[in-house]
Antibody, heavy 120, light 114 residues
Framework: EVQLVESGGGLVQPGGSLRLSCAAS????????MSWVRQAPGKGLEWVSG????????YYADSVKGRFTISRDNSKNTLYLQMNSLRAEDTAVYYC?????????????WGKGTTVTVSS | DIVMTQSPDSLAVSLGERATINCKSS????????????LGWYQQKPGQPPKLLIY???TRESGVPDRFSGSGSGTDFTLTISSLQAEDVAVYYC??????????FGQGTKLEIK
């Protein structure tokens, strides 16, 4: 069964850092692009960042560029999102999602999400 | 960047009736070399992650009931639920995945039972 399990969320103060992880199973992780998508409380979906499969090119939304870093460890089947200089507006549920091929496209599998709260 | 705009923001439909949600992109998401529209539809029920319903604008994901259908091309797209069931209450999002990210979502359409 294809599965994505996020972890690492929590409460952090403004200006702080957090690293999210997404453990993947049930598919050849290195062959697929992956993304992080977030959803602020009561709001819609916002694509945050993506990374290609084996080649590893990365992409970011303007709202997080320069503060967030996406990476992957294909040997551990794990996706990461390092979040620095966090702001109140980064408060959201963060979902990990698998794309349908090695480049970002539509997202066919989603994790259940991990909650990040930025507050003093 | 491509902006996706959905209409309406919310919709109330009677059980068994047709529900129609529209999505408009600020530029064409039709890739001429393969004649594919880089547009997907997702369903999100309360407290759950999004679920892929439709990709390439009109291809149903495996396991999705055939009452769900997608249509349109270029900049204008539609998600249709032919006969609304109680379990279809959700928020629906379109997303473009044309070219290099960011791959923007529409603002969402909340579907309720009338």
């Amino acid at each position: 069964e294809v599965q994505l399990v996020e972890s690492g969320g929590g409460l952090v103060q403004p200006g702080g850092s957090l690293r999210l992880s997404c453990a993947a199973s049930g598919f050849t992780f290195s062959s697929y692009a992956m993304s992080w998508v977030r959803q602020a409380p009561g709001k819609g979906l916002e694509w945050v960042s993506g990374i290609r499969g084996s080649e590893g090119s990365t992409y970011y939304a303007d709202s997080v560029k320069g503060r967030f870093t996406i990476s992957r460890d294909n040997s551990k089947n794990t996706l990461y999102l390092q979040m620095n200089s966090l702001r109140a507006e980064d408060t959201a549920v963060y979902y990990c999602a698998k794309h349908n091929w090695g480049s970002p496209g539509y997202m066919d599998v989603w994790g259940k999400g991990t909650t990040v709260t930025v507050s003093s | 960047d491509i902006v996706m705009t959905q209409s309406p923001d919310s919709l109330a439909v009677s059980l068994g009736e047709r529900a129609t949600i529209n999505c408009k992109s600020s530029q064409s998401v039709l890739y001429s070399s393969n004649n594919k529209n880089y547009l997907g539809w997702y369903q999100q029920k309360p407290g759950q992650p999004p679920k892929l319903l439709i990709y390439w604008a009109s291809t149903r994901e495996s396991g999705v009931p055939d009452r769900f259908s997608g249509s349109g091309s270029g900049t204008d797209f539609t998600l249709t639920i032919s006969s609304l069931q109680a379990e279809d209450v959700a928020v629906y999002y379109c997303q473009q995945y044309y070219s290099t990210p960011p791959h923007s979502f529409g603002q969402g359409t909340k579907l309720e039972i009338k």
